[in-house]
């Protein structure tokens, strides 16, 4: 069975840094999950974003932050696309715009997204980043820019300091 | 205060955080249905999760619908063990709505199943879920998180979509396809024309569809990024549902004062055969751009174009003739149905004598996993609706999307081929 567990969910924080890998417009789901490895998790580990970035999966460490031009996550509604990027030890994604499926299963997995415009412009991989979550207030430590993305709705805020929706549903239904 | 799209007419009436809500507002909605395949390995884990054992429950097992198309049948001892854990949960929960291995693609099978009605709201485990707009339905994928709190609740969070116009009008050209129409769309618009938007697909070029060739557009939509796709809502719609189900539904139409955030023109009648190239759908050519392009393989199937008129129109270019030695044709019929209907016409026949292969319905080679994989080098020509680099296989292949008809022309010839000349 490909990956299931929740085990890549990092705890909520309102503010993270990382390292940044930037990546380009329209990466699909089929880039970040092939096709061919869903039913093995280490391949998938292993060859994860390898048609984007040669020596993401093997140097992508914990903490590090996705930095994306439009339409990032698009294809597939597969979800092992957010859970291997959490695996990985992706702490957060920030694009210029994300697909929908991509988008609310984030949400569900407690992977922070955030649409910035123009962003992918303002970074290199390596540059590294600060996110303050609930503003939605991107910085480049290294050159001083910053920038204003799109606030969290708060329902979806919510979602994230609640570690996903697998675990408030499992949760709610034991306080029942 | 203008009237409703039909996005927001369908969500008003499944709301659960009332209606007055306006796009980018989040709702909580009832479900009427939710579809699952392969992801309800992922569901039924998540299940025995559930303390103490006595709650897990489903909300309503009759709502649910389970169904293999992506691995059929099993290619690994995995997929072969997933199956296994569904096809019990399935047993155990009293899901009678299960379709094992020989049905079909998911978005075919529900449908000819009489499962996606009019003015429902549905979610499915896969992408493509879209494609029940073509019957009125609002119906959108996602991932199996959002499935499991489904198939525990029996509602989910939207974001109200804002509302997109396409309006198609003309008459497609001899051997142009719907196909060809959706993928114009994506070449002139992009990938992302739709993101989180609904779209409804208005015109008398709709108009004058067949239900198929309309799922093919609501189907595609997904790749413009839509969350709704609906076709237009009307008798052909009425007639064809209930053909399938003796359930009782109502069109819904939008308010003729809806409010849509843009309209888009496309006119038809001179539209040429349409191809998305490699590695994104919206990297489209017309077909006089890349004719003399050869290709290894053509694959005529999946949720986009694998119906019973797609092999028809097929038949019809390949009927007598046997295709180029350098090409392997691969047709998989998108539903049991489907297959029979074929096999009983002639046209399985026809396809055969012209040197295709025609495996049993399901996702076959769209999705790089069940054969049909391309190598380094190679080219295909495909009817399906992803061209990502290592879709199909090899990272460095190529897969270039078009009609049904491009695919039988193309694999005649050996290489991108112009069917209008057919």
Known sequence: MAIVGTKGIKEYKD?????????????????????????????????????????????????????????????SSRETAPIILQEKGIAAVVAESFARIFYRSSFARALPVIEVECISKEFETGDEIEINIPNAEITNLKTGKKLKGKKIHPILLNLLKNGGLEKQLLAELKQK | MSGKTIAEKILASHSLSGTNFKPDDIINAKLDLIMSHIG????????NKIRPSKKRKIFDPSKIVVLFDHYVPAPSERWAAVHDLIRKFVKKQGISNFYDIREGICHQVVPEKGH??????????????TTYGAFNAASCGVGNTDLFYGYIKGELWFRVPHTIKFNITGKLPYNVM????????????????????SIEFTGETMENLTIASRMTISNFALELGAKFAFGVPDQKVVDWVKKRTDEPFELIKPD?????????????SNLEPQVSCPHTVDNVKPISDLEGIKVNQAFLGSCTNGRYEDLEIAAKILEGKTIHDDVRMIVTPASKEIWLQAAKSGISE??????????NPGCGACFGALGGLLGPSEKCISSANRNFKGRMGSAAAEVYLGSPA??????????????RGY
């Open chain 1, 15 to 75: 503010i993270l840094k990382g390292n940044v890998w930037v990546f380009p417009d329209n990466v699909d789901t089929d880039a970040i999950s092939p096709g061919q490895y869903l039913d093995d998790v280490k391949a998938t580990l292993n060859h994860t974003c390898e048609t984007l970035i040669k020596e993401f999966p093997n140097q992508v460490k914990n903490g590090d932050i996705i930095v994306a031009g439009r339409n990032f996550g698009c294809g």
């Open chain 2, 178 to 197: 719907s196909k060809d129409a959706i993928i114009k769309i994506a070449g002139d618009y992009t990938a992302e024309v739709a993101t989180y938007k």
């Open chain 2, 350 to 359: 026809t396809l055969i004598n012209a040197g295709a292969i025609i495996t």
């Open chain 2, 116 to 129: 996606a009605r009019p003015g429902m709201l549905i979610i499915g485990g896969d992408s493509h879920t």
């Open chain 2, 256 to 268: 003729p004062d809806a409010e849509y955030s843009e309209t888009y023109d496309l006119d038809v």
């Open chain 2, 40 to 47: 309800t390995g992922k569901v039924v884990l998540d299940f």
């Open chain 2, 406 to 419: 491009t695919v039988a022309a193309s694999a005649l010839k050996g290489e991108i081929t112009d069917p």
